[in-house]
């Protein structure tokens, strides 16, 4: 099989995954690229866009780029390895003054165990819509309605030979680390409820949460959802043991 036939299966398989599932926006494609020259054609820099954000542009079908000079959210620039941690977000001052944690010991902690790259490690992110992928993604990322997030997790179980799945989360940066980052470095699916941030700066509904997988893995379990969508999603769905406990109560 040639290399230039592989953007096309992704194409498709982005396509099937949404119509089995109905998701509400695109699987994201994600590239790690370590080089500036790497930037491709056809990519838009965003300017002062946090990294949840351009994710939700990609999702609309944009195709972005974020660096170390136009990535505004500063605890996820330090994920990236773009520039440090700022002393207000390192000592726990500033999720104190967030309101999101009451102690600057707990919030110091949570920063301390985040995951990140090295800096300098990558020079760009590139999101794009998966349906429209003309390049291999490093890491696919899917926001959604938690149930269907529930099948993709199903079927990376299956892919992965039965493995359970783990979610790691800090209830932080949900989809710049959790549904991206982790996945990257730890080759495996993370799932994440979402958090303060990506909620207060996106479109992201009460209702949904978000989670990312290695592209590699973007095949089998396309495979196996096909597999469900055949009688597990469909009967699911249906409710019929909830509705024959209705009918008898």
């Known amino acids: 099989m040639k290399d230039e036939t592989v ?5 498709q398989q982005a396509a099937r995954m949404m119509s ?17 020259h790497q930037a491709p054609e056809g990519a838009s820099p965003l300017e002062q866009h946090r990294y949840c ?9 944009a195709n972005v780029l974020l660096g170390a000079e136009n ?8 994920a990236f390895g773009f520039r440090p941690l700022p002393e207000g977000l390192r000592s726990g001052k500033g999720l104190v003054g967030f ?17 990140k790259l090295a800096p300098g490690q990558i020079k760009w992110l590139h999101l794009f819509p998966l349906t429209g992928a003309m390049k291999h993604p490093d890491v696919v990322v899917v926001e959604d309605e938690i149930e269907s997030l529930m099948w993709i997790a199903l079927a990376s ?9 783990q979610g790691s989360t800090a209830v932080l940066q949900a989809t710049c680390v959790d549904a991206t980052l982790i996945p990257f470095l730890e080759k495996r699916l993370n799932y994440s409820y979402g958090c303060y ?16 997988f290695p592209g590699v893995l973007l095949e089998g379990i396309v495979r196996h959802l096909e597999f469900l969508h055949e009688k597990a999603i469909p009967n699911s769905r249906s409710k019929n043991a909830w509705h024959t406990l209705r009918r008898r109560s």
């Open 53 to 61: 954000q351009a994710l939700m542009k990609a999702r609309h079908g």
């Open 197 to 212: 941030g990506c909620r207060d700066a996106t479109d992201m509904e009460k209702n949904e949460a978000v989670l990312g």
């Open 99 to 115: 309101g999101i944690v009451s102690n600057e010991a707990v919030a110091k902690k949570m920063f301390e165990k985040m995951p």
């Open 20 to 36: 089995i599932l109905g998701l509400h926006s695109e699987p994201v494609g994600v590239r790690f690229l370590t080089e500036e």
């Open 7 to 11: 953007p096309k299966q992704i194409q």
């Open 71 to 78: 990535l505004s959210c500063p605890a996820a620039a330090s």
């Open 157 to 165: 179980l299956h892919a992965t030979g039965g493995e359970r799945v």
